[in-house]
């Protein structure tokens, strides 16, 4: 039995030691580093089926900041679990990044490229523990911060360039908003923890305006990790500069925390009726704008990007009818089929490229990978049997206990636009001729986790159980 | 045994993808499927009512999700519709030119979806299993489909789809109406727990249910998809879609709506009734306007999907029961008219009835068992759906009557008989344009022998059960007689 906090401290003590070893050992193959990685992040996967019970240690003056409960552990498990598909895709991708960026030996920048994700996947790891906006505050912007070098890794590329830059000025922008909302709400209720703050709100003679504002600033700054209209601009332009293995991390990995720290701030102010209106308001422009503009892309990767917009719609829905069951599965659901989706993407983008058209006839080429992204694609429109439609039935069932059955009307809408645009990749894959004959080349370790992703999407889609299992403990 | 029926023809289409001979493989599973519920149907208890060989597995109990499975008449009637054609549509499949082993998958799994959704007393499940067969749709359509192919594809799924999902918020809806302590996926449960919804919270419910499982069936307006997606499928592709998928919705209002929400049934009749007036008739002249044989098959199946309506519509014994029984029989007419289309489209290089002409001298088993399938298609005595469409008209102008006055259902009911004639008018002539008259056609061969065999399954169940019509009654009674206290 180990305490929860351990398992930040060994994610980042296992990046730090990567990192040492890479400066201390020039001629070793950096993808025995990435390996290293892999390992240690599946032991500390398996450390957090051991964690004790935070009562134990309920005296320490940490667990006014930090908070081990069922919610937060499996969003650590996300983290995790994202962060080794992640460091997977970038072994795939190395040969990629030997192009992107200049260096004397063929190794150079990939250790850093390898030991990064550790430290964005502690920061992960402690936002989904953060009760307090100061913890909140600190570990978003370790995510962030360790974003930047990742998402302008490439640097050689003029488009990553151009995305490095436009996620640093919004992300700082969207960081000063976060900072000076906690103020106001710091201000108004003069308390940090959310627990107090829920407290001093429901105190009939607080002055609600000002907490009020604040809350809408702090929604600003999350509204911006998870790619919510209007705060999205970023998303396309930085997604498809990045390189892929980072786009998948930043749809994934950077939208799960934003929605646990979504849930655990919107919690107390969910009592202010205003806030409830203006997130309907934001799920509904979200869905509208994510679903619409996906339509007429002709990137893989920048249809993933709008996509990835379109599914924080659907989340949200699901933040506003209250339901963490909901946000928690479909977040699981969602990381699986956007891994995978990415997955196939890194190997065809590299062999052949991220538009569309280079999809076409895959399955005659290698339909392994054509499979696996039918798989991927239909999950993300909603088809039975797989994680995307329980994730979605979870949310309309959500939806219509709450009774927001405008967002319920629009989200039907909006799931059948999904349909077309995620079947237009199936269309390229399977109905269009090849562009050209080659297979792609897939690894032993990328074909079994590719393997293990379907699985798993396939069987959460019809047993939910193990997820809803680990949200009760 | 039921499980056997639902998961033998998911894991043929498993094992075929993995690279088994696909025919062979096809055809044995579509062979045992079929036997394995012959066996059921024809073992059924028919004293008891309710269901049997009900199966349970808990999945998640605080979703109230458990894969149930179990049938009464109702449910094997459409199981045995389903094996048939699935036979038929895998015999009659011809030459593949590309991806052989994924078409016979896609076939399967569209089969599968069905007799899953047939078979599941779960909500979740039986509204799963049947959008199991959204994608091989989308596929059959996109990748061998002829003509208009893409944009047939992109309609049907994304009809389908949106269909669904409406259908979806519906049962949703319903699932949430009913008090908390009661609340289940368990459509038995769920019917006992639904007599607490208040007319009032009934009424949006079934204009959710119909709207979703109308865009299922092409219930007007909603139609716009299945012409033009049973014009460019493939033959088999068609014969299922058409034959047994789309039946569903059918299922779905009769399984569903009728016993949960009779009030709002009651309550929304006279829409449902205007709607499939517009099925009949409206559609019926538009079929009649066709000049391809392709598009007059298609236009003339969502025609007969009114009279299936009108018996839905009547909510008594009589036109549930006669509703049931044309569920069958369509499917079973309807998968014969679109295999022969599949041969002549093999054949021939146009299917424009100006181009056509004379094939029944080159055709004679095609151009006889086409002429079979029309007379059972228009209703002609000796034919399941004959027996099926006078039970439904008299279920129909049964309901409301008095001596002194014709109601709406009166009306309705002498209107829809004009269909009857309409429907007449259109197939035969298209029989005649298409094999009589003078050749224009250059030497083109019959229907090859082993192709006779499904050919004459299907003539022989649809005359079987036009002679016989009460087999499949006694079967389907005991489940409507639980539904109206007549």
């Known amino acids: ?473 | 045994m039921l499980l056997l029926i639902i998961f033998l023809p998911i894991i043929a289409a498993v094992v075929i993808m993995l690279g088994a001979p696909a025919r062979v493989a096809a055809l044995g599973a579509a062979l045992l499927t079929l036997l394995a519920s012959a066996l059921i149907f024809f073992g059924i208890d028919r004293g008891a009512a309710g269901f049997q060989r009900v199966r349970s597995f808990p999945i998640a109990p605080d979703l109230h999700l458990e894969f149930t499975i179990g049938v009464d008449g109702l449910s094997l009637t459409m199981i045995l519709l389903a094996a048939i054609i699935l036979l038929a549509a895998v015999w009659f499949t011809g030459k593949i030119d590309r991806y052989e082993n994924a078409f016979y998958s896609c076939l399967l799994l569209i089969a599968a979806g069905a007799i899953g959704a047939f078979a599941s007393l779960n909500l979740f499940f039986f509204y799963a299993f049947h959008e199991l067969a959204l994608i091989p749709t989308f596929l059959l359509i996109g990748i061998w489909g002829s003509g208009n192919r893409v944009t047939a594809a992109w309609k049907v799924t994304i009809y389908l789809a949106l269909g669904s999902f409406i259908l979806l918020i519906g049962l949703i809806m319903l699932y949430r109406a009913v008090p908390s302590d009661v609340r289940s996926l368990d459509i038995r449960d769920l019917q006992a727990a639904a007599l607490h919804i208040s007319p009032a919270a009934q009424s949006p419910i079934y204009l959710l249910l119909l709207l979703g499982f109308g865009t299922l069936v092409s219930l007007v307006p909603f139609h716009t998809w299945a012409p033009e997606a049973y014009a460019s499928a493939p033959a088999p592709a068609a014969m299922l879609h058409a034959g047994v998928l789309k039946k569903f919705g059918l299922y779905g209002l009769l399984r569903i709506a009728l016993p949960m929400l009779p009030d709002a049934t009651r309550q929304w009749s006279n829409l449902l009734l205007v709607l499939l007036l517009a099925n009949i008739i409206y559609i019926g002249l538009v079929t009649i306007a066709q000049r391809r044989l392709d598009w007059m098959l298609g236009y003339s199946s969502v025609m007969h999907m009114g009279y299936i309506f009108l018996g839905i519509a009547s909510a008594n014994l009589l036109g549930a029961t006669g509703a049931a029984l044309l569920m069958f029989a369509h499917g079973i007419s309807i998968a014969l008219l679109f295999a022969i289309n599949g041969e002549l489209r093999q054949r021939l290089p146009s299917l424009e009835f100006d181009a056509l002409g004379g094939l029944a001298t080159r055709m004679p088993i095609a151009a006889f068992a086409f002429g079979l399938g029309a007379f059972a298609a228009v209703g002609l005595p000796g034919f399941a759906n004959f027996a099926a469409e006078i039970m439904i008209v008299f279920g129909a102008f049964r309901n409301g009557f008095d001596f002194q006055h014709f109601h709406i259902f009166q009306w309705t009911t002498l209107l829809a008989l004009w269909g009857v004639v309409i429907s007449a008018v259109y197939m035969l002539r298209a029989y005649r344009w298409t094999f009589f008259g003078t050749s224009t056609t250059l030497a083109i061969t019959d229907i090859s022998l082993p192709l006779r065999i499904p050919v004459a399954l299907l003539i022989a169940t649809s005359m079987f059960f036009g002679f016989f019509p009460q087999t499949l009654v006694e079967k389907v009674t005991p489940t409507f007689r639980s539904y109206f206290a007549e």
């Open chain 1, 1 to 473: 039995m180990i305490a929860a906090p351990y398992l930040e401290v060994a994610a980042v003590v296992l990046g730090v030691a990567l990192l040492l070893i890479e400066s201390f050992s020039a001629r070793l193959d950096r993808r025995i580093l990435a390996y290293a990685a892999l390992v240690g992040l599946a032991a500390i996967f398996v450390a957090t089926f051991f964690v004790t019970p935070a009562s134990t240690f309920a005296q320490a003056p940490l667990w006014n900041f930090y908070s081990a409960d069922p919610l937060a552990l499996l969003f650590k498990r996300i983290a995790l679990i994202t962060t080794a598909f992640v460091v997977l895709m970038m072994i795939d991708f190395a040969p990629s990044l030997r192009a992107g960026i200049e260096g004397a030996t063929p190794h150079a920048g990939l250790g850093e490229f390898f030991s990064l994700p550790l430290f964005t996947c502690a920061g992960l790891m402690w936002m989904a523990s953060a009760i307090d906006f100061l913890m909140i505050f600190v570990s978003l912007e370790l995510v962030t911060i360790s974003f930047y070098v990742l998402v302008s890794f490439t640097r050689r590329n003029p488009l990553t360039l151009e995305a490095g830059v436009k996620y640093l000025v919004l992300s700082a922008l969207s960081t000063g908003f976060l900072v000076y909302g906690i103020t106001w709400i710091f201000g108004a209720t003069g308390e940090m923890n959310l627990q107090k703050i829920a407290a001093a709100l429901s105190r009939p003679d607080l002055e609600k305006t000002a907490a009020l504002f604040g809350s809408v600033l702090v929604l600003v700054a999350l509204g911006f990790k998870i790619a919510a209209v209007p705060f999205h601009i970023w998303v396309a332009d930085v997604y498809e500069g990045a390189p892929t293995p980072v786009t998948a991390y930043l749809s994934v990995g950077s939208k799960a925390a934003g929605f646990v720290v979504l849930l655990r701030v919107l919690e107390p102010f969910l009592i202010l009726p205003q806030m409830r209106v203006l997130l309907v308001v934001i799920a509904a422009l979200t869905l509208i704008y994510g679903n619409l503009a996906a339509l007429p892309q002709t990137n893989v990767k920048r249809l993933l990007a709008y996509s990835s917009i379109a599914h924080a719609g659907y989340l949200l829905i699901a933040v506003v009818s209250f339901s963490g069951r909901a946000v928690a599965f479909y977040l699981v659901a969602y990381l699986f089929m956007t891994l995978l989706s990415f997955a196939v993407l890194v190997l065809v983008g590299q062999k052949a490229g991220d538009q569309l058209k280079d999809f076409g006839g895959l399955s005659q080429r290698s339909p392994f990978l054509a499979f696996a992204m039918l798989i991927a694609m239909a999950s993300l429109a909603g088809v039975p049997f797989t994680a995307g439609f329980l994730g979605k039935f979870l949310v309309f069932d959500a939806a219509v206990a709450a009774h927001q059955f405008t967002l319920v009307i629009i989200g039907v809408i909006t799931v059948g636009a999904g349909f077309y645009y995620y079947f237009k990749v199936v269309r390229a894959m399977y109905w269009d001729m090849p562009a050209s004959g080659e297979t792609i080349p897939i690894s032993l370790l990328t074909r079994i986790a590719m393997i293990t992703m379907m699985a798993a999407i396939v069987v959460l889609g019809v047993y939910p159980q193990p997820v809803l299992e680990a949200l009760k403990r």
